[in-house]
C-alpha cells in the first residue's frame, strides 16, 4: 500500500511563498496526484491535479498562483504556492489514486498565512 508524506508548511506573510512536498513510499508513476485542503469549519477542496501523463487541473481560486509537478523516479508531488493569501489557510493533504492503490490520503500540513 501506498503512503504519502506531506511536508513543507508552515506560517508565512500574505505574499509570501511555499512550497509543500509529498513523498510516496511506493511507485506512484501510474497514479493521478493531487493536493486538497480544507479550511477550520469548511469542506475539503481540490487545490490542484496532475495526472500520470503530466495533465494538470487546479482549482479557480489558485489559478496563476499555485504550480503543482510531480517527479515519478523520486515518487514526489510538489505544489509550488505564491502570492499566498490568508484565505490559502488550511490543512493541505496530499492525494494519489491508482486502479491499484485505490484512493490514499497524507495525514496533512498545516498552512498559515497572516494578513
Known amino acids: 500500500q501506498v503512503k504519502l508524506v506531506e511536508s513543507g508548511g508552515g506560517l508565512v506573510q500574505a505574499g509570501g511563498s511555499l512550497t509543500l512536498s509529498c513523498v510516496a513510499s511506493?511507485?506512484?508513476?501510474?497514479?493521478?496526484m493531487g493536493w486538497y485542503r480544507q479550511a477550520p469549519g469548511k469542506q475539503r477542496e481540490l487545490v490542484a491535479f496532475?495526472?500520470?501523463?503530466?495533465?494538470?487541473n487546479y482549482g479557480d481560486s489558485v489559478k496563476g498562483r499555485f504550480t503543482i509537478s510531480r517527479d515519478n523516479a523520486k515518487n514526489t508531488v510538489d505544489l509550488q504556492m505564491s502570492n499566498l493569501k490568508p484565505e490559502d489557510t488550511g490543512a493541505y493533504y496530499c492525494?494519489?489514486?491508482?486502479?491499484?492503490?485505490?484512493?490514499?490520503w497524507g495525514q496533512g500540513t498545516q498552512v498559515t498565512v497572516s494578513s
Open positions: 496532475i495526472s500520470s501523463g503530466g495533465n494538470t
Open positions: 511506493g511507485s506512484i508513476r501510474i497514479n493521478a
Open positions: 492525494w494519489s489514486f491508482g486502479l491499484a492503490t485505490r484512493h490514499v
